[in-house]
């Protein structure tokens, strides 16, 4: 059993008695009782356990908690400040973003790590070269790809990545 | 997952040594296959050792106008890299072809040639598996072969190793850099993945304990005029049913060099070297490069649920070749 500081959504935890079979989607649910990110496939292949590690989207299903020390953790409970939405939250709320709402978190935390991409000028496959990254449909469908929603509200979930996309390149 | 020892290396030597003398013990990198695998119970290391956090996260240009990239490096790291955008498209093109934007921020540059096949009956443990279980037999002869080898293959294994990145850099002409308990080395990427033969257990030519520090890519001017395209079943997130990395250098309509490789048809990334010297010399014409897909496609020895892929490769090198062909021009 093994120890293990990590800072989630702010708030720093040391931890004790960490097995290491444990990944950190667990640590998160079942240690922290943060169940916002969701336990979907567990293997990589479905999005719905993303969270941000230092700024980066990741499967946190695919990932051991141990390897995470010194890391800072974000997940769907820390995007909100107060009763404040994130605009990435709002704007799923407001494009009616979902069906059943189970892969959500992690598609809202996604696509919160993926306009920052964007925002770097990380090129995508069907960007390529382009200097500028243009986030339109095609754009925001591939970089998305990670992400799936069995209930298939795509199109909402690309209008509401979409607005802010828009929200950020005018301010 | 069967229970184990998790240890953070502190520096290099230290991780090499910690796998000496344990032969159940495996090298953690972004964990993105391995983790996997061991929920899977494909992979069952009684140790890891988290080499995550070794300095081998940088990109650096090298003294020969080469680029040197860290074990450690990310993918999505690597495809954003202004040198490589730059100097080796196909690289970049291949690295976002592969996986998702999440599982590309974890995985490493050293992971990505080490990950293992996808290949159904091998991710099953309840299925013979000749890679897995060495004298188990295969279950794949006979079986489901739609995302299997065409090329290389043996009758102890027809699976295809899956990655993209590998494949742009093997067309590049990359080396791996390895640190072992008690030297280094240098082998070449071409060299590194094997042919299943009778050992498909054995993917790479690396030996327990070995430790990837690098790879290198030496210069290569014309690889400014290079792509990676890939075929699959879905447009994202899927891996390919075939795939073709390539550079190509033409003068006046003729072809002065090029270097061709290719995925999703064999054990290892293909080097098409019988294509690559048919070309060399001739003009840019797609008879020309039909001709090259023809003489490396000689050798294939389809299954009977993937016989398409010949063709579907054949066309897939013509349609790179013409594109390449045309930006040149």
């Known amino acids: 059993m093994d120890a293990l500081h990590v800072a989630?959504?702010?708030?720093?935890?040391?931890?004790?008695?960490?097995?290491?079979?444990?990944?950190?989607?667990?640590?998160?649910?079942?240690?922290?009782?943060?169940?916002?990110?969701?336990?979907?496939?567990?293997?990589?292949?479905?999005g719905a356990c993303t969270v941000l590690v230092?700024?980066?989207?990741?499967?946190?299903?695919?990932?051991?908690?141990?390897?995470?020390?010194?890391?800072?953790?974000?997940?769907?409970?820390?995007?909100?400040?107060?009763d404040m939405l994130h605009p990435v939250q709002a704007a799923f709320v407001e494009h009616d973003g979902f069906q059943c709402g189970y892969c959500t978190p992690g598609q809202i935390c996604s696509a919160v790590g993926m306009l920052d991409e964007a925002r770097q000028g990380r090129p995508s496959y069907i960007s390529g070269a382009a200097e500028h990254v243009e986030l339109d449909a095609a754009e925001i469908r591939e970089r998305m790809s990670g992400n799936l929603c069995r209930?298939?509200?795509?199109?909402?979930?690309?209008?509401?990545?979409?607005?802010?996309?828009?929200?950020?390149a005018e301010s | 997952m069967t229970p184990f020892a998790y240890e953070r290396a502190g520096d290099a030597a230290q991780a090499v040594a910690a796998m000496a003398g344990n032969p159940g013990a495996m090298f953690l990198g972004g964990g993105t296959n391995l983790v996997d695998h061991m929920r899977l119970g494909v992979a069952t290391p009684d140790r890891l050792?988290?080499?995550?956090?070794?300095?081998?996260?940088?990109?650096?240009?090298?003294?020969?106008?080469?680029?040197?990239?860290?074990?450690?490096?990310?993918?999505?790291?690597?495809?954003?890299?202004?040198?490589?955008?730059?100097?080796?498209p196909v690289l970049s093109q291949a690295l976002l072809s592969g996986a998702s934007g999440q599982l590309r921020n974890m995985a490493t540059t050293a992971g990505n040639l080490l990950q293992r096949t996808r290949c159904v009956y091998f991710q099953n443990v309840d299925t013979p598996c000749n890679k897995r279980r060495p004298g188990d037999g295969c279950s794949a002869l006979g079986g489901y072969t739609r995302h299997h080898a065409i090329?290389?293959?043996?009758?102890?294994?027809?699976?295809?190793?899956?990655s993209d990145m590998a494949v742009a850099m093997v067309a590049l002409d990359a080396t791996v850099e390895v640190l072992g308990?008690?030297?280094?080395?240098?082998?070449?990427?071409?060299?590194?993945?094997?042919?299943?033969?009778?050992?498909?257990?054995?993917?790479?030519?690396?030996?327990?304990?070995?430790?990837?520090?690098a790879v290198a890519l030496p210069a290569l001017p014309f690889a400014v005029h290079s792509l990676y395209r890939k075929v699959r079943d879905r447009r994202s997130f899927a891996f390919a049913l075939v795939s073709v990395a390539a550079a190509l250098q033409v003068r006046d309509g003729m072809i002065e060099d090029v270097r061709l490789a290719f995925g999703g048809v064999a054990h290892k990334p293909w080097r098409a070297t019988r294509a690559e010297e048919t070309l060399r010399g001739q003009p840019t014409t797609p008879?020309?490069?039909?001709?090259?897909?023809?003489?490396?496609?000689?050798?294939?020895q389809p299954q009977?649920?993937?016989?398409?892929?010949?063709?579907?490769?054949?066309?897939?090198?013509?349609?790179?070749?013409?594109?390449?062909?045309?930006?040149?021009?």
């Open chain 1, 8 to 46: 989630v959504n702010g708030v720093a935890h040391d931890l004790e008695g960490i097995d290491p079979r444990t990944t950190l989607l667990d640590l998160l649910r079942e240690r922290l009782h943060l169940t916002g990110s969701k336990k979907g496939c567990d293997h990589g292949q479905c």
């Open chain 1, 54 to 82: 230092n700024g980066r989207r990741i499967n946190a299903c695919l990932t051991l908690a141990l390897a995470h020390e010194g890391d800072a953790i974000t997940t769907i409970e820390g995007l909100a400040q107060g």
């Open chain 1, 151 to 168: 209930c298939g509200a795509y199109v909402n979930i690309v209008a509401a990545i979409r607005d802010v996309a828009q929200q950020v």
């Open chain 2, 49 to 88: 050792v988290d080499v995550t956090r070794l300095p081998f996260d940088r990109i650096e240009e090298t003294p020969d106008g080469g680029v040197r990239i860290g074990a450690n490096v990310r993918n999505s790291d690597l495809a954003a890299h202004p040198l490589i955008r730059a100097r080796y």
């Open chain 2, 151 to 162: 090329l290389g293959a043996s009758e102890h294994c027809i699976a295809v190793h899956p």
């Open chain 2, 181 to 213: 308990p008690s030297s280094e080395r240098r082998i070449p990427l071409v060299d590194f993945h094997r042919l299943p033969g009778d050992e498909p257990n054995r993917d790479t030519v690396l030996r327990h304990g070995e430790l990837i520090t």
């Open chain 2, 287 to 300: 008879g020309q490069f039909a001709r090259a897909a023809d003489a490396e496609l000689a050798a294939a």
């Open chain 2, 304 to 329: 009977p649920g993937n016989a398409f892929k010949v063709k579907m490769l054949r066309n897939t090198l013509v349609a790179a070749l013409q594109e390449l062909a045309g930006a040149a021009a």
